[in-house]
Nanobody, 124 residues
Framework: QVQLVESGGGLVQAGGSLRLSCAASGRAISNYVMGWFRQAPGKERESVASISWNGGRLWYANSVKGRFTISRDNAKNTVYLQMNSLKPEDTAVYYC?????????????????WGQGTQVTVSS
């Protein structure tokens, strides 16, 4: 079992930045694909970014390309999401998830473990 705990969310003005962290415990995540997802009120959960086990392959949703950066530190069992140039439409609960595979996947139902989420609110 992998337990995931997100942190770093908060309230920020448009154009600002936040860095989300996802700390894993219970198992090393070095063999897992890790992903960040978000869910806005009344909308489905969507994939934001994902990263392969060694950070060599990355995927980003078109809506965040050039603004968000996913990274990982396997020694610290932690994954990060650096979010720059935030927009009001980025407002959502952000979730970290782990996928026991080598393939970068974006489907919510493919991920095996989930954190509880952290709220990100961007004011205009």
């Amino acid at each position: 079992q992998v337990q995931l705990v997100e942190s770093g969310g908060g309230l920020v003005q448009a154009g600002g930045s936040l860095r989300l962290s996802c700390a894993a415990s219970g198992r090393a995540i070095s063999n897992y694909v890790m992903g960040w997802f978000r869910q806005a009120p009344g909308k489905e959960r969507e994939s934001v970014a994902s990263i392969s086990w060694n950070g060599g392959r990355l995927w980003y949703a078109n809506s965040v390309k050039g603004r968000f950066t996913i990274s990982r530190d396997n020694a610290k069992n932690t994954v990060y999401l650096q979010m720059n140039s935030l927009k009001p439409e980025d407002t959502a609960v952000y979730y970290c998830a782990a996928d026991d595979t080598t393939v970068l996947r974006t489907s919510v139902d493919k991920y095996d473990y989930w954190g509880q989420g952290t709220q990100v609110t961007v004011s205009s």
